[in-house]
């Protein structure tokens, strides 16, 4: 297959070309360094060309809520177009567990508008959700330290390794599309409290970490169940825990 990665030079894009390369895919890397713009739309005809399917992986971290929305809201749409003219077979669009049951602020805004142009486009599809990454506990942690201790909301949590989602999207890209939403996680599902601590305690953080339910996430108000996939959900589960995802690092 011909497989188009919009943001592919990123922590998971970079990841997923590994892969699908490796399984003998020709795999096209769309983003700014390869000379594809997707605000502009500059190259993407050409990216796209004789492509079956694009995998959206693109992202745009520490920006502002309107820049956020306006960048996946634009991107989206310039891509789409591209792809309705080159006849893409399936398109695919990484985004996170829970996200339709989110206020609609900040980032989640913006990927909530990203999925509806997704769905609203006429391609066939598939939404791949994934709960937030081993890579990311540091920033949680950092969010959440005050004084002496670090204060994180009374949540179920269930983070995966950035290597089991691009072997999952990997997967779903090489598949026929869902026009559907499929969640992924990792394999161990426990108190947000729980997991931060086994990192930090790993790390030789002595802080200690709290189940606070004050505490939000990253500015937004949430309930226990607000970043794990629920019962009924179609869901992947990832193979690699915390345990052996510290051992590889």
Do not use: C
Request: net charge neutral; aromatic share 6%; no cysteine.
């Amino acid at each position: 297959m011909r497989i188009v990665i919009i943001g592919g030079t990123g922590r998971i894009g970079s990841r997923l070309a590994r892969i699908l390369e490796q399984q003998g895919h020709t795999v096209i890397i769309a983003s700014r360094s390869t000379g594809v713009n997707t605000i502009t739309g500059e190259g993407l005809d050409t990216a796209l060309a004789n492509a079956q399917a694009v995998v959206d992986v693109s992202n745009l971290p520490n920006a502002a809520p309107n820049a956020v929305l306006e960048f996946f809201t634009t991107s989206t749409r310039n891509v789409v177009a591209a792809e309705k003219k080159k006849g893409i077979s399936h398109h695919i669009v990484l985004s996170i567990v829970g996200v339709d049951r989110m206020p609609p602020k900040a980032y989640f805004r913006a990927k909530q508008a990203q999925e509806r142009l997704v769905k609203d486009s006429g391609i066939p599809y598939t939404i791949v959700q994934a709960t937030q990454f081993f890579e990311f506990l540091d920033n949680i942690a950092n969010y959440g330290a005050k004084d002496d201790a670090i204060h994180l909301p009374a949540i179920s949590f269930q983070p995966i390794a950035a290597d089991d989602v691009a072997a999952i999207l990997a997967s779903v890209a090489t598949s026929e599309p869902t026009n559907g939403t499929i969640a992924i996680a990792g394999p161990e599902k426990e108190m947000m409290a729980t997991i931060v601590g086994k990192y930090l305690k790993k790390k030789g953080d002595p802080r200690r970490v709290l189940s606070d339910p004050d505490a939000n996430y990253f500015g937004i108000e949430v309930n226990r169940e607000s970043l794990v996939p629920l019962a009924g959900d179609h869901q992947r589960i990832g193979q690699i825990d915390l345990e052996s995802w510290l051992h590889a690092r």
